[in-house]
């Protein structure tokens, strides 16, 4: 059991760390659709992607309270379309719903299930399985991974209003506002039209911040079993701000980023006890092993009351 008076949770401190990340993501991604066109193309549309990518990451920081206690300050932190295609306050509700350990992995109640339920599966046509097959690998991960999402995400604007009313409303009236506000001013400065963007940077941003989530959960009878470790290198820590450490994320949801690693070195054993040894060696021995080769079954088996299969692929 792992004591939670030792995460050390949220605390009042000022988050000069945390800040220091969103103000080098804002600066950077200012400054390279300012000085786009006098620098190398490729060097700055790479950056481009890290910095859009690295700023998903400081969204997930400020939807989990990061770094004032202020919901309505970080929020306005977030708000900004710079990785363009979900609207902050979708992504909030969605990623909090997502923190229910009972219901992970579960089709249709996980907001970020990657999983078809197996009645399901064969009744699939050929090409949708495929699509699914593919997501269990590095490469579909980060090349198709984007696209199903960005369709899933943006059937919202269809089906939001009926669900949550004016809330969705509101919440994609104002980010596609800013979203068009932004694209213009990218293309003005930097020359950078609004298919580029879209396509040539915040398209890979999202795989490459995908390619995090590709194998932090599977299904387990036990939830704490859903839940990985990615003790990845400190570039790949920097880029997702430790989440990673995906079950001491899970465990202390409220804790800082840079607060994470600590946690995991002191309790490392616990964890791993706790979730069943899900551990990968970091991101590189899992892209070369999966880039192409699934890294398992996309159906999933079915947990009665989290206890046991109720069926099987």
Not at 38 to 54: D, G, I, K, M, Q
Not at 233 to 260: D, E, Q, T
Not at 290 to 311: L, R, Y
């Given at each position: 059991?792992?004591?939670?008076?030792?995460?050390?949770?949220?605390?009042?401190?000022?988050?000069w760390q945390t800040w220091?990340?969103?103000?080098?993501?804002?600066?950077?991604?200012?400054?390279?659709?300012?000085?786009?066109?006098?620098?190398?193309?490729?060097?700055?549309?790479?950056?481009?992607?890290?910095?859009?990518?690295?700023?998903?990451?400081?969204?997930?920081?400020?939807?989990?309270?990061?770094?004032?206690?202020?919901?309505?300050?970080?929020?306005?932190?977030?708000?900004?379309?710079?990785?363009?295609?979900?609207?902050?306050?979708?992504?909030?509700?969605?990623?909090?719903?997502?923190?229910?350990?009972?219901?992970?992995?579960?089709?249709?109640?996980?907001?970020?299930?990657?999983?078809?339920?197996?009645?399901?599966?064969?009744?699939?046509?050929?090409?949708?399985?495929?699509?699914?097959?593919?997501?269990?690998?590095?490469?579909?991960?980060?090349?198709?991974?984007?696209?199903?999402?960005?369709?899933?995400?943006?059937?919202?604007?269809?089906?939001?209003?009926?669900?949550?009313?004016?809330?969705?409303?509101?919440?994609?009236?104002?980010?596609?506002?800013l979203l068009v506000l932004?694209?213009?001013?990218?293309?003005?400065?930097?020359?950078?039209?609004?298919?580029?963007?879209?396509?040539?940077?915040?398209?890979?941003?999202l795989g490459l911040a995908?390619?995090?989530?590709?194998?932090?959960?599977?299904?387990?009878?036990?939830?704490?079993?859903?839940?990985?470790?990615?003790?990845?290198?400190?570039?790949?820590?920097?880029?997702?701000?430790?989440?990673?450490?995906?079950?001491?994320?899970?465990?202390?949801?409220?804790?800082?980023?840079?607060?994470?690693?600590?946690?995991?070195?002191?309790?490392?054993?616990?964890?791993?006890?706790?979730?069943?040894?899900?551990?990968?060696?970091?991101?590189?021995?899992?892209?070369?092993?999966?880039?192409?080769?699934?890294?398992?079954?996309?159906?999933?088996?079915?947990?009665?009351?989290?206890?046991?299969?109720?069926?099987?692929?």
């Amino acid at each position: 059991m792992i004591d939670s008076s030792k995460s050390g949770s949220r605390s009042n401190t000022f988050e000069w760390q945390t800040w220091l990340v969103i103000v080098a993501v804002y600066v950077c991604w200012a400054m390279l659709i300012l000085n786009y066109r006098e620098l190398p193309s490729v060097a700055a549309n790479v950056a481009l992607v890290l910095v859009t990518s690295w700023f998903m990451s400081i969204q997930h920081e400020l939807l989990h309270g990061h770094p004032t206690r202020s919901k309505r300050f970080n929020r306005l932190l977030g708000l900004p379309p710079l990785s363009v295609w979900y609207p902050y306050d979708i992504y909030r509700d969605s990623h909090l719903a997502h923190h229910r350990d009972e219901l992970l992995t579960t089709p249709g109640i996980d907001p970020e299930c990657n999983y078809v339920p197996a009645q399901d599966y064969p009744q699939l046509s050929a090409a949708r399985r495929a699509v699914h097959w593919s997501l269990r690998t590095v490469l579909g991960r980060f090349l198709v991974g984007p696209g199903v999402t960005i369709v899933e995400v943006w059937a919202d604007i269809f089906k939001g209003p009926r669900q949550r009313g004016m809330v969705a409303v509101r919440s994609w009236a104002l980010h596609l506002g800013l979203l068009v506000l932004l694209l213009w001013w990218v293309q003005v400065q930097s020359g950078i039209t609004p298919l580029h963007y879209l396509f040539g940077i915040a398209y890979p941003a999202l795989g490459l911040a995908m390619l995090r989530s590709f194998y932090e959960h599977r299904p387990a009878a036990l939830p704490a079993h859903r839940i990985a470790i990615n003790d990845a290198a400190w570039p790949w820590r920097l880029l997702y701000l430790n989440n990673n450490y995906h079950s001491v994320h899970h465990a202390y949801p409220g804790l800082a980023w840079y607060r994470i690693p600590a946690v995991w070195r002191a309790q490392r054993e616990e964890f791993l006890h706790g979730n069943g040894n899900f551990y990968t060696p970091g991101y590189t021995k899992l892209i070369w092993n999966h880039a192409f080769k699934p890294v398992d079954s996309p159906i999933h088996p079915g947990f009665d009351n989290g206890k046991q299969p109720t069926h099987g692929p």
